[in-house]
C-alpha cells in the first residue's frame, strides 16, 4: 500500500480515507434528464449519442477516522459523468465525476467533505446500507425507506489490486476541481441482468428517474480489504485557466 | 513480477475528451503511444507491403520485418486478391481514369456504375428496388439514416450496432432510442411506447455483430418492428456475400430479406473492395441519391474499385462464390474448434471469431506478442466491447488453409497461457 503520495504534481493531498466496502454502478440516462445538473462549463460524457452516465457510489467507512474510538460511517454519492481536464499533471484520469448530491450519516464527514472538497454534503442519520456478501451489490435505504438496489449481475468478481485515478468537480461554491487516487482490491464488469431499482428520494434532486436507461457498468472493491482513497484538490477551474494563460 | 506500466490500463474512451484549451487529449494521446513505442510493445498501425493475403509482409514501426499469418483483414472471399477481379479493375482505371472527380448526381455517374447498381439487384434478387452508391459502408449508414429521418421521428438501434448508425441517428437528430442486444422482447417494450404517437419509426440492426460474430436475430426483429408500422435497416456488411442459400445474408438465411425497407451492404468485406449501397424502394433510393449529404456533396465511387466489385458480385453469385462460402464456413468451424474449450470465443457463429481474454490492461502487450509471435490479429478493449471483455478479433477467410487455421489457434492456445487467459483460469468472463 502507497502510504506516502502525499501529492501529484502541484496538487497536495487534501483527504484521505480508508473503507471496507464499496461499490460504484454506473447508469445510462438520457441526457436531456441530467442537463440541468452539469454546470454551464462542462459538458456530459456520452457513451452513445443520447446517452449520459450518472453513477450511484457508496462506501463504508473504517472507524477510527476523525479520532480513535470513532465508529464506522456511511456514504452515498450521485454523480454525473462529465469531461476531464487532461491538462492537469496527473496520470490520465480513468473518468471525471461532478457531485450532484453526496449524504452521510456521519455529521463530522459532512462537515469536513463539505469544508474541504466543496461537495453538497447533507447529512441523512437514517442512511442505511446492506452489501450483498461478494461486495459487488448493495441495497440503500433511508431508515427503513428504499433508495436504491444496486445488484451485482456478475456471478463471482475476480477482484484485482489496482490503482486508479480519476476528477472531480463540485459546484457548491464556484466551479471547482480536485484529483482522487484509488488503491484496492477491485472488478468491474457490464454484465446485462437484474441490476437493481431505483426509488424516489429527496438524494435525487428532482432528476426523473424513469429516464434511467439502464445499468452501464459496476465497479466493486473486495469487501473486508483496505481500500486506499485520497483526494487532491485543486481549487476553483476558473483559477486554473487563468494560470494557464498565463494570467 | 514486473511491475506494469501504467499505461497498459489506458484506454481509448479515456482520451476522448478534455476541457481545457490546448487540445490536451490529442498530447496526452500522443505521449500513449509513444510510450508504447519507446518500450517496443507498440504493434498497431504496421504498415503492410502487400494486399490482404492469408500471410503478409509488414513492417514493425521500429522497422523490424514481419511475415504474419493474417487474420485481421475482413477480406472474406479473397475477391481483395483475385486475379479477375484486379484486372476488372485495372481495365476500369484505363478507360476512366484514377477517380470519378465529380458528385455522383452531377458527372461521377459512369456506366460502371449503373452496371454495378444492376448487379446488387439481381444478386439480392429484388427485382424492382433502387439501389444508392456509396463511397464507403459507413456513409451508407450516416448518409441514408439522416435523409430519412428528421427531429420528430424515431429510431430504435440495437445496442451493439455500428457506430456509422449511431451516428446516422446522431445526423438525423431524431428521437434514439436503443435496445438490449437482439432482445426482441425490449424492443417490442420500446415500439409498445413510442408506436402510438410516433410519425416515423426505424429499427436499426445487423446481420452479423463485429465485435462478437454473432447474428442479428433477424427472424424475431424484423417482424416484429413491421408490426409496429416501423420501417427495419439491416446493416449486412459482414454478411453480405457470405451466408443464405445464394450468399445474400442473414436476412436471406432466417427468410427475411423481403421485410426489410433498407438493406445496407459494404463491399470492403465480401468483395474485397471499397464502398456500400442501400438497397430500397426504388423512389427512396432515388431519394437518398439527392439528399444523404455525405454522398451528395462528395465524390461518387471510385471507378477502378466499382469495376472491381462488380466483378467480384459476379463471381460470388456464380459456383465460385458459392464453392467460397462453404469453404468459409467450414474454415470458420475448423478455428473455433480448435480454439473452444481453451479460450473464449463468445456467442460467435460466424468468421468473425472473438477471442475474450477479459481485462483492458493485456492489450497492449499481446497484441505486441501475437504479433511477435507472426500472427495479424486485430484487439479490440473497451469502449468498443464491455470493459473486462477485451479480445483478439480474428477474421476467416475461405482462402485461409487447414495449417494456417492451426497455426492460428496454436499461437492463440500459446498467447493464453503466457499471458493467463485460458477459461481454466478463474473470472475469464
Ligand atoms: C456493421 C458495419 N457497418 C458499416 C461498416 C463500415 O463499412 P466500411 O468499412 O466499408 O466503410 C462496418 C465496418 O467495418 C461495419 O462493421
Redesign the interface.
Known amino acids: 500500500m502507497t502510504t506516502a503520495l502525499d501529492h501529484v504534481g502541484k496538487a497536495k493531498l487534501t483527504l484521505s480515507w480508508r473503507v471496507r466496502k464499496q461499490v460504484m454502478f454506473l447508469y445510462e440516462i438520457d441526457s436531456d434528464a441530467i442537463a440541468a445538473h452539469v454546470p454551464p462549463s462542462l459538458e456530459a460524457m456520452e457513451v452513445r449519442p443520447g446517452v449520459s452516465l450518472i453513477a450511484i457510489e457508496c462506501l463504508h467507512y473504517y472507524s477510527d477516522h476523525f479520532r480513535e474510538g470513532y465508529r464506522e460511517f456511511l456514504e452515498m454519492v450521485l454523480t454525473v459523468a462529465v469531461q476531464p481536464d487532461l491538462s492537469i499533471d496527473m496520470p490520465v484520469p480513468r473518468f471525471c465525476m461532478h457531485a450532484i448530491s453526496v449524504i452521510s450519516d456521519s455529521p463530522e464527514f459532512v462537515e469536513q467533505e463539505g469544508h474541504l472538497l466543496y461537495t453538497p454534503t447533507e447529512l441523512v442519520p437514517g442512511l442505511r446500507m446492506e452489501f450483498s456478501e461478494d461486495g459487488g451489490g448493495v441495497d440503500i435505504y433511508d431508515g427503513t425507506t428504499p433508495m436504491v438496489m444496486c445488484r451485482n449481475t456478475h456471478p463471482n468478481p475476480p477482484y484485482d489490486h489496482k490503482v486508479l485515478w480519476g476528477q472531480y468537480y463540485t459546484n457548491t461554491n464556484g466551479l471547482q476541481q480536485g484529483i482522487w487516487r484509488w488503491e484496492g482490491q477491485m472488478f468491474e464488469h457490464m454484465k446485462a441482468g437484474d441490476w437493481g431499482s431505483f426509488h424516489p428520494h429527496p438524494v435525487f434532486k428532482g432528476i426523473d428517474l424513469s429516464r434511467i436507461r439502464g445499468c452501464y457498468r459496476q465497479m466493486m472493491a473486495k469487501p473486508e480489504t483496505v481500500t486506499d482513497v485520497r483526494f487532491y484538490h485543486l481549487g476553483l477551474v476558473s483559477d486554473r485557466a487563468g494560470s494557464r494563460r498565463g494570467e | 513480477m514486473k511491475p506494469r506500466p ?2 497498459y ?2 484506454t481509448y474512451d ?9 487540445q ?2 490529442a ?2 494521446f500522443s505521449d ?1 503511444i509513444d510510450a508504447a513505442e519507446r518500450d517496443g510493445v507498440y504493434a498497431f498501425e504496421a504498415p503492410r507491403l502487400e494486399g490482404q493475403k492469408t500471410m503478409v509482409h509488414a513492417r514493425r514501426n521500429d522497422g523490424t520485418p514481419l511475415h504474419l499469418l493474417n487474420f485481421s483483414s475482413y477480406n472474406y472471399l479473397g475477391y481483395g486478391m483475385h486475379r479477375e477481379v484486379i484486372d476488372a479493375a485495372k481495365a476500369a482505371l484505363d478507360q476512366y481514369g484514377l477517380g470519378a472527380c465529380s458528385s455522383p448526381v452531377q458527372a461521377g455517374t459512369n456506366e460502371l456504375h449503373k452496371a454495378l447498381e444492376q448487379q446488387l439487384i439481381e444478386f439480392v434478387g429484388l427485382p424492382g428496388r433502387g439501389v444508392s452508391l456509396f463511397s464507403s459502408g459507413y456513409a451508407v449508414n450516416t448518409g441514408t439514416i439522416s435523409a430519412l429521418m428528421k427531429r420528430r421521428h424515431h429510431i430504435v438501434i440495437d ?1 451493439s450496432a455500428h457506430m456509422s448508425i ?2 446516422g ?2 445526423l438525423a437528430r431524431s428521437k ?1 432510442h ?1 435496445f ?1 442486444h437482439n432482445d426482441a422482447d425490449h424492443l417490442k417494450k420500446i415500439l409498445e411506447e413510442i408506436a402510438p404517437t410516433a410519425s416515423r419509426i426505424l429499427v436499426c440492426t445487423e446481420g452479423v455483430f463485429s465485435a462478437d460474430g454473432d447474428y442479428g436475430a433477424l427472424d424475431k426483429i424484423v417482424p416484429l418492428a413491421k408490426s409496429y408500422g416501423a420501417q427495419v435497416l439491416v446493416d449486412e456488411a459482414h454478411s453480405f456475400g457470405l451466408c443464405g442459400k445464394q450468399g445474400r445474408g442473414v436476412a436471406e438465411e432466417l427468410g427475411v430479406l423481403d421485410q426489410v425497407d433498407y438493406l445496407v451492404v459494404t463491399f470492403s468485406k465480401a468483395l474485397g473492395g471499397i464502398g456500400g449501397a442501400v438497397i430500397t424502394r426504388h423512389e427512396i433510393a432515388r431519394y437518398i441519391n439527392w439528399y444523404a449529404r455525405c454522398r451528395m456533396f462528395s465524390c461518387a465511387l471510385d471507378p477502378a474499385v466499382t469495376a472491381g466489385v462488380t466483378k467480384a458480385l459476379e463471381l460470388a453469385g456464380g459456383s465460385d462464390g458459392a464453392a467460397r462460402r462453404t469453404r468459409l464456413q467450414h474454415n470458420a468451424a475448423v478455428l473455433r474448434g480448435a480454439l473452444e474449450g481453451h479460450v473464449n470465443t463468445g456467442r460467435s457463429r460466424s468468421w468473425i471469431v472473438p477471442v475474450i481474454y477479459g ?1 483492458e490492461n493485456l492489450s497492449i502487450p499481446l497484441a505486441d506478442w501475437l504479433q511477435r509471435h507472426g500472427l495479424d490479429g486485430s484487439v479490440m478493449s473497451f ?1 468498443a466491447v ?4 477485451a479480445r483478439i478479433r480474428l477474421f476467416v477467410t475461405s482462402e485461409h488453409d487447414e495449417t494456417q487455421l492451426q497455426q492460428c489457434a496454436d499461437i492463440v492456445r500459446g498467447a493464453a497461457v503466457e499471458l493467463e487467459f485460458t477459461i481454466t483460469k ?2 475469464t ?1
Open positions: 501504467e499505461y490500463d489506458y479515456m482520451f476522448i475528451a478534455s476541457i481545457d484549451g490546448e490536451s487529449e498530447s496526452r500513449w445496442k449511431l451516428e441517428a446522431q434514439v436503443y438490449e481485462p469502449p464491455p470493459v473486462n471483455e478463474k473470472g468472463p
